[in-house]
């Protein structure tokens, strides 16, 4: 599995000449197949989440994936780690199904026919190959977040960072995008608010109030959240 690490990471926002910290000093090391972070709104879960491929850069110390310092190798880390969002109107930007994979495909398939070609078999991989030509817009909540990690997933990372991936979903779609994830080869860093689906994963940290005040097996992890959400 790959290797993440926190050393000291810390992420601070200046507003009105004030800094007010969205995650304290964390230092972990993550080399769990299946992570799950878990937390209120607002607890800092997605900020650690986004650190891990640059998204969010520590205002102080430093994060490396697989032994690379991600502030300095960020282009390197970012071929490593995909990061699927919450809402896939933020990654799906093409028209049609297959050309939206072919997009994530154009750094690593310079040749037009086996970039279709790649496409498509992704498409295939995902059970998406009938909607090939059709609209982005014109698919479903399930399917489009299918896509968008279909489209992540193409470039074949190591580590998958998803950010509460499922929260738009009705219980079906939640359920087959949730199988999906856990059965990847990928190291998976899931940030949820599904207790269920943390129950699944190796190892949970228990953000709250801009710290990982827990980090253990699920059940112990969840246990700690519900204690902390009840005051």
Same mark, same amino acid.
């Given at each position: 599995?790959?290797?993440?690490?926190?050393?000291?990471?810390?992420?601070?926002?200046?507003?009105?000449?004030?800094?007010?910290?969205?995650?304290?000093?964390?230092?972990?090391?993550?080399?769990?197949?299946?992570?799950?972070?878990?937390?209120?709104?607002? %607890?800092?879960?997605?900020?650690?989440?986004?650190?891990?491929?640059?998204?969010? %850069?520590?205002? %102080?110390?430093?994060?490396?994936?697989?032994?690379?310092?991600?502030?300095?190798?960020?282009?390197?880390?970012?071929?490593?780690?995909?990061?699927?969002?919450?809402?896939?109107?933020?990654?799906?930007?093409?028209?049609?199904?297959?050309?939206?994979?072919?997009? %994530?495909?154009?750094?690593?398939?310079?040749?037009?026919?086996?970039?279709?070609?790649?496409?498509?078999?992704?498409?295939?991989?995902?059970?998406?190959?009938?909607?090939?030509?059709?609209?982005?817009?014109?698919?479903?909540?399930g399917q489009r977040q299918l896509l968008a990690l279909a489209g992540v997933l193409a470039v074949e990372p190591t580590i998958l960072v998803a950010?509460?991936?499922?929260?738009?979903?009705?219980?079906?779609?939640?359920?087959?995008?949730?199988?999906?994830?856990?059965?990847?080869?990928?190291?998976?860093?899931?940030?949820?608010?599904?207790?269920?689906?943390?129950?699944?994963c190796d190892r949970v940290l228990v953000v709250h109030e801009a710290r990982v005040r827990f980090d253990g097996p699920p059940d112990a992890a969840i246990g700690d959240y519900l204690a902390a959400v009840a005051g």
């Open positions: 599995m790959p290797t993440v690490e926190l050393e000291a990471a810390t992420v601070a926002i200046e507003t009105a000449g004030v800094d007010h910290v969205v995650l304290e000093p964390t230092t972990l090391t993550l080399t769990e197949r299946r992570i799950g972070v878990i937390g209120a709104n607002g %607890s800092g879960k997605s900020t650690l989440a986004r650190l891990v491929n640059g998204l969010v %850069s520590p205002t %102080s110390g430093r994060v490396l994936v697989d032994g690379l310092d991600v502030a300095r190798h960020g282009a390197q880390v970012r071929r490593r780690v995909a990061f699927a969002f919450t809402d896939p109107a933020a990654q799906l930007v093409m028209p049609t199904c297959v050309e939206d994979v072919e997009l %994530s495909l154009r750094r690593h398939e310079t040749h037009p026919r086996r970039r279709r070609e790649r496409a498509l078999a992704v498409l295939e991989r995902y059970g998406l190959a009938g909607h090939a030509d059709v609209s982005v817009h014109a698919l479903s909540g950010d509460e991936p499922t929260t738009l979903l009705d219980l079906a779609n939640t359920r087959r995008i949730a199988d999906l994830l856990f059965d990847l080869q990928q190291q998976v860093i899931l940030v949820t608010h599904d207790l269920e689906l943390a129950r699944r």
